[in-house]
């Protein structure tokens, strides 16, 4: 545990979060992403907030939740705040979801994944109705063929259209969950998240996101996507082993090297946690961060 915990250096309006699965311990990559997150709320004198995003039971791993929270705050990252449980805002996502369809901006939808066809874009079976002799299986947002263009923090200016990404989406899955796409956005609204850091995997969600913000006609918070941490082999790191530096190494080293993924490692006498985070809270530049993958333990390419 670091001497003491890396508070707010001054009041903000800034709040920002690391909202992981609880479908294993943490790992590198999420690391990555937590440590850029937190140190973009520390360097702006904001808030930092952990949200638990259990709304998939089948997928989740007994346990995880606490043992990510545990690792967080060995690497001297603590919440600003109670650790939110995603589950327990079902009853508010459902109100919201009523909301949309009542409004007709959402719709049940019988179609299976099959329905979708080999370019997985929904051809709008059920925009007008559910065919005759067919049942609901889902709920999903309207979209229009239209750009959506957004400067996220990192990667620069992004253009989507999610009417051609995957056209209406779910937002009520066939199982009754909630879909990630309409949970992720009513919690950071509830939240008052006014720019989500989170890795680039995620980027291709946004402009369905950011569509749905407008729907509900609330503000969109900003964006940044920090760079994928690949393995050795140049594919995503997404499962924790005896090689990841979570659990191989000291907490001191592995901020290190989350640290040097970023684009930020500190200089050689800062070695204990409370000296890098010191030195990253007043030298944190998102200029600096890397938008292409990097590897475990190099440095990012520059240019």
């Known amino acids: 545990m670091p001497e003491r915990q890396i508070q707010p250096t001054t009041r903000s309006k800034y709040r920002g979060r690391f909202a992981p699965s609880p479908t294993g311990d943490l790992h590198f990559g999420s690391l990555v992403a937590a440590v850029g997150s937190f140190a973009q709320a520390r360097s702006r004198g904001g808030q930092w907030l952990i949200r638990i995003e259990d709304i998939d039971p089948p997928r989740e791993v007994a346990g995880a939740a606490g043992r990510q929270i545990e690792a967080l705050k060995r690497f001297g990252m603590v919440a600003d705040g109670p650790i939110h449980y995603q589950s327990r805002a079902d009853a508010r996502h459902r109100r919201v979801i009523a909301g949309l369809v009542e409004a007709g901006t959402a719709f049940p939808c019988a179609c299976t994944r099959r329905d979708l066809g080999p370019g997985k874009v929904y051809p709008g079976t059920c925009r007008n109705g559910i065919p005759e002799g067919r049942e609901e299986r889902s709920v999903r947002l309207r979209v229009e063929d239209r750009e959506i263009e957004f400067l996220d923090g990192i990667q620069g200016p992004c253009v989507q259209n999610p009417a051609r990404q995957t056209g209406d989406f779910v937002i009520r899955r066939a199982e009754g969950l909630i879909a990630y796409q309409l949970a992720v956005v009513v919690d950071d609204l509830d939240a008052g ?111």
Do not use: F
């Open 193 to 303: 998240i006014t720019e989500v850091v989170r890795g680039a995997d995620l980027l291709d969600s946004t402009g369905r996101q950011i569509h749905l913000h407008l729907c509900l006609n609330r503000p969109v918070p900003s964006y940044a996507h920090l760079p994928l941490v690949l393995d050795a082999e140049g594919r995503k790191l997404s499962k924790s082993d005896q090689d990841d530096p979570v659990v191989a190494l000291p907490p001191g080293q592995g901020l290190r090297l989350a640290l040097r993924a970023l684009g930020h490692e500190p200089p050689g006498g800062c070695r204990s946690l409370e000296s890098q985070w010191q030195w990253v809270v007043s030298n944190w530049r998102m200029s600096r961060v890397p938008c292409g993958p990097v590897a475990v333990g190099e440095p990012p390419e520059t240019t």
